[in-house]
């Protein structure tokens, strides 16, 4: 696959937001050397599981980097620890009309809420450059009592390296009867690398999460239900497979 990533630092609200688009060709070359179109299904099935590693990865990197700890997660998100929830919502300009739109045609699902990105969005203002921007996030930071400085104890609050993960613990975790097969009783790949990347606050290297989830799969106590060429398909846990065998048995 032949992809262009764009990193940017703002929201479409300028808020500071550091995130990547990922501009995917649709071609790949296939293995008899034939450049063909991609199957775009495939590509957003992967979608929210991609965003969830890459939350991860850039959690182990501002962690390595700046030694910043995190808040619990929540959906593959993380905050800060040390930054207050109001200044959070302060700075959520982008959050704030999407609700506002929401609040105004009265949906609020979560397909109201893509409605509701693609009508308010605009065109980011370029007119800035690094060092306005710094000074317009002052002042407004300023507005809620949030001295820039005070970023000084966000910083070194745990020793700038990666976090030691707890793998035997996350795959303890996950087969359990709170962890994949919490609400539903069977799961995919794409299941496992999202809640992997759910159990490390501090982050991990998508690498690592896929080895997490390759060696979740050789665990006796994971089967396999239906296989997908070289990868798994789809899967569950040797208790749901007992509990459904009770089930059809009448016991």
Known sequence: MIAAGFRHRTSRAGDPHLHTHMLV???????????????????????????????????????????????????????????????????????????????KVGFRSARAAQIAALETRRAKDTSLDGVAMRQVWQAKAAAVGFDPARLAEVVGRVPARAAVIDRDGIGADLVSDMGLTRQASTFTRRDVLRAIADRVPAGASVAQI??????????PDVVRLVESGDAPGLLATTSIRRADGKLVAGG
């Open 210 to 219: 896929e080895d997490m989830a390759d060696g979740l799969f050789t665990r």
């Open 25 to 103: 060709a649709n071609m790949a070359q296939c293995g008899d050397g034939q450049w063909r179109t991609l199957d775009g299904r495939v590509l957003f099935q992967y979608a929210r599981t991609a965003g969830f590693l890459y939350e991860a990865h850039l959690r182990q990197e501002l962690t390595v980097r700046l030694g910043v700890e995190w808040t619990p997660m929540k959906n593959g998100i993380a905050d800060l620890v040390g930054i207050d929830q109001d200044v959070l919502d302060h700075f959520s300009d982008r959050k704030k009309e999407i609700a506002e739109h929401l609040d």
